[in-house]
């Protein structure tokens, strides 16, 4: 089956939740009215549904080849990357004075969902780009820019991020790649492994963002410098010329997003790689930052649309396979969609679908606003709130679309299994989003490190505060405040205790991550189930909030016991004994 | 890396927990002995971790192969199977008059687990011989047992289950198989889809226990017999004679276990598979629930296996993984294992494995006392306590593998996602077990429907009381206890709700067998927590207890309000919206 993009709700989170009207009217986003905004979903959709879609079970199957260093992709997916590149959707966020349209990151997100609910494997070549070019717009020069950003805001040039060793994965102060200084440029030497279309000849050209140590620089992190290193130089009119010393030298064999092109790439086997600064000598880890926290945001957004092409896929089957009657009377077997624990399933999909949207688009909106609005002391809130929320984005949004991909196998039995349904792929593609852009755990102990304790709680207080301060009705409303009041507790506790002891406090992170992302994901999904309007599609909102607060907000309960009572017992089991 | 058998646990959990000396001293038992006990154990685990073992990957990777209707099994699968037979295992707990070795089952259950945690795929097929002896031994006539039992027993020739065909596969009254009579025998005609071992040429011979329609039968399961339809028909000697008229006709490309041929076979193509009838006429369903209790037992202890398969790789890797300095202090990066998020990973795995260890082998104990002991009332008690239990094990253990192959991923980071790691493998392998045997949602219901609404509670009420009547002592106590409540007011609403409203209770089913599965296996940890000792063994499995407390056990909030809670959503939801 195909994927049709579930535009009602986009546009009512981006309209309801996000406020896109206000946000498409600060200074600089005049372009986005609601007419174009329109066009763009139901362009997206169209070419997400009939080009991208289509491909990506064969794609799959097929997987990347590499031959004689020139790496295969699967049938289609040049023609799909082509066709994305022609309908100028590379540049949607990115400002006009790059070549981009200029557009809110919170319409980009929605229109982003699409690529990776369609194919998740080729949705990676665009979350790649946007973190490329974002870093280049923040920190290279106006050459660099130059020269480098109309094609790769066009896409005819596509673009990697190049972190990884074998010795240094979570750890970047262990990375080894060196640069080499060589007149104003620089000379790369070392291997990288994990490099998303590292290699590929869907475009004129691949532009490798490039950790690495610069010359002279203090060990560790404080050391590593961002090169920019093409795979061609360009010429003198800017065009792909002469052939850089790199290559990939080959391919990993992955559990799943086969159609993507995992390469292990060396630089510098000959004179060393041509590679150009980008931003301070020893600002690295800063650049890479930038880059690192939009394709964050990027991987949780994958998280949302593999989750949503599963809910579609469980949908379609448990619609059409007849089996077993109904539990009320009924002689005749039924459409298994009208058997209680099928529906639980798909609606326990449906609503953690729903949330992850829903918190996404909300942060991505918090972005625009802190670049945009003129109000500092918002802008500064807003930012606070982007960085809060980052890993929740990136952790919890990707757990999920692991249950929901899990579940959409369980709805289809042992059809589930077999490779040719499709169910599986989705459930193999979804399980990378938890592991890279950081683990899930780097994740956590960034939300309760960097995020809670060194601010002493003021992000995380004024979120909890404001969240207080919206008012629910019923049953939800006592659903929430209970969730909320966990959250806050395991709050003052983690505050409390992480100053005395920082590892039994860090083995609650995980728990504290899903504790705020189900918190945040209720609050969202009790606004959308208080938007006003009577429509099947409200009610709709209201019986799945009203389901989400009855299944998943009261798992608080047991992730604040996690939080407040596990870490002393891990602490004490001992090393050994494991 | 291969795998250890964690013989100290076993040897706890049957002594401890299950009373294995108690159960070997049952009349018919008097062979299990301590020394033989240990040397059972001792061998089993020689043969898993160094013959089963080292060909899991290879075999996940060879797969099987059909050519000609031959099929070809993964290099060294056949000679792993040899020494198995060999060793006389497949008799295990088979009775001496039989030719098997009489012991428990109890003490079979923890060597089974072994070949599971050794190959997942491989265990499949003494899986299903056990199953099928014990239909036969239940069920068949003498004669038909005299003819096929040894042979089976010994294991020179396997067995399959034939249940499942393309519209027939939760609702076996669809089945369409059909069985003419042809003098004292039948001929079978018709297709059987998923037929585990249904081809191969590991054993002289194999036997499959055909469901289909009986000569002249009403319609629907009450219609169905089963049927002994061997591949060659034995000759006067009892060897194989005579092909039988049935074939392999494809092999599925699964997820996972791909060391397991999962078969499509037809039957009767040309005069008809010639085979025998098992049991009464249309007793069909009754043999096959003989043989599917067994299996599904073995499929829970699948769960076990594969998850501490899981957790021994990933205890390998953090031990020997070196990233990152440790949070409190230090200038050198170490072994993961010394990260607090990954210690609550793998405590997190170890705790979920022995709990869900400890809840198979003790419903392995309660059939063992089912079936010998002298007192009639502890008789009927025990088979109770297993009809109870026997959906919990299956589902609630497989659900943990899952989630136990998934944290075991998780702990690898980036390498996790590569095949060649083999996390990914345990995690695709785990995947069938909540599938196959009756998927989770089935046992779900069984646990709620034929297990609880059916004898109005009597079952549950009995293990809540024993429950209730285990002293725990402090904070275990109060956690185990609150736990424990929630069950209680979980089985009270659906004992109350459950009459008037079937499609809204059982929306909850699967909530109510997370919950049972939470909380007996929270009381086997917290008995085992409270065994006599103060070995490091000892407090190891305080603290694991207590991890658990914390940890796990506060999930039954959550559970009971999505069952008391969450059904009415799920009803109202419209099926037109999803």
Redesign the interface.
């Given at each position: 089956m195909t994927y049709a993009a579930p535009l009602d709700d986009m546009r009512f989170v981006l309209n309801e939740l996000c406020d896109l009207p206000a946000i498409a009217s600060l200074p600089g986003y005049g372009e986005a009215t609601p007419e174009l905004t329109d066009q763009i979903l139901n362009e997206a959709a169209r070419l997400a549904s009939q080009v991208w879609a289509p491909i990506n079970q064969t794609g799959d199957r097929e997987g990347c080849v590499l031959e004689n260093g020139v790496v295969r992709m699967p049938e289609g997916f040049a023609e799909a990357y082509r066709a994305y590149v022609d309908g100028g959707w590379n540049g949607l966020s990115i400002d006009t004075e790059h070549g981009g349209m200029g557009l809110p990151a919170t319409l980009a997100t929605a229109v982003q969902e699409m690529w990776h609910a369609a194919n998740l494997a080729l949705g990676l070549c665009p979350l790649l780009n946007l973190g490329a070019m974002q870093a280049l717009i923040a920190h290279a020069d106006p050459a660099l820019q130059a020269a480098y950003l109309p094609k790769l805001t066009a896409g005819t040039w596509t673009a990697t991020m190049n972190l990884?060793e074998p010795?240094a994965?979570?750890?970047l102060g262990?990375i080894k790649t060196r640069a080499v200084r060589d007149g104003d440029r620089f000379r790369i030497h070392g291997q990288k492994?994990?490099i998303t279309f590292g290699e590929h000849e869907m475009a004129e050209n691949i532009i490798h963002l490039v950790l690495a140590r610069a010359p002279d620089g203090p060990p560790g992190t404080k050391g590593l410098g961002l090169y920019l290193v093409p795979k061609f130089l360009p010429d003198a009119d800017g065009n792909p010329g002469v052939r850089n010393d790199l290559r990939c030298v080959s391919l990993?064999?992955?559990?799943?997003i086969h159609g993507s092109p995992t390469a292990v790439m060396a630089y510098g086997d000959n004179d060393g790689a041509i590679g150009f600064q980008v931003g301070d000598e020893f600002g690295g880890i800063a650049c890479m930052f930038t880059m690192m926290n939009a394709a964050r945001i990027g991987v949780g957004l994958q998280g949302v649309g593999v989750a949503e092409r599963a809910y579609q896929r469980a949908?379609d089957y448990?619609?059409t396979r007849?089996?077993?009657?109904p539990?009320?009377g009924g002689k005749q077997?039924v459409a298994i969609?009208?058997?209680?624990?099928?529906?639980?399933?798909?609606?326990t999909m449906?609503a953690l679908t729903e949330a992850a949207r829903a918190i996404t688009y909300y942060t991505a909106a918090q972005a625009d606003t802190a670049r945009r609005h003129p109000d500092a002391a918002t802008r500064e809130r807003a930012d606070h709130r982007v960085e809060l929320l980052t890993p929740v984005v990136k952790a919890w949004c990707t757990d999920i679309s692991?249950e929901v991909a899990?579940l959409g196998?369980?709805v289809h039995?042992?059809m589930?299994?077999?490779?040719?349904t499709g169910a599986?792929q989705h459930?193999?593609d979804a399980?990378?989003t938890?592991?890279?852009e950081g683990?899930?755990?780097i994740q956590?102990?960034d939300l309760l490190g960097r995020k809670l304790l060194r601010d002493k709680g003021a992000s995380v207080q004024d979120l909890i505060a404001e969240l207080r301060g919206t008012v629910f009705a019923g049953?939800f409303a006592t659903a929430f405040t209970t969730a909320l009041d966990d959250l806050q507790a395991a709050t003052s506790w983690v505050l409390d205790h992480g100053t005395r002891d920082?590892?039994?406090?860090?083995?609650?992170?995980?728990?504290y991550l899903q504790l705020t992302g189900l918190v945040v994901g209720g609050w969202l999904m009790g606004r959308a189930a208080a938007a006003a309007g009577d429509t099947?599609f409200h009610r709709?909102k209201r019986?799945?909030a009203?389901?989400f607060a009855?299944?998943?907000l009261?798992?608080t309960?047991?992730l604040r016991?996690?939080i407040t009572?596990?870490?002393a017992?891990?602490?004490?089991?001992?090393?050994a004994?494991?």
């Open positions: 990884t010795q994965g979570s750890d262990e492994i994990y990993e064999h992955k559990l799943g949908v448990a619609r007849v089996q077993s009657r539990l009320n077997p969609i009208q058997h209680p624990d099928v529906r639980r399933m798909l609606l449906r692991t899990s196998i369980q039995g042992g589930g299994y077999i490779e040719e599986a459930w193999r399980r990378i938890p592991i890279y683990t899930n755990g956590a102990n049953d920082l590892d039994e406090t860090f083995a609650g992170a995980n728990a099947p709709h019986l799945t009203d389901f009855q299944s998943q009261p798992q309960h047991a016991a996690a009572g596990a870490g017992s891990v602490n004490q089991f001992p090393e004994a494991y």
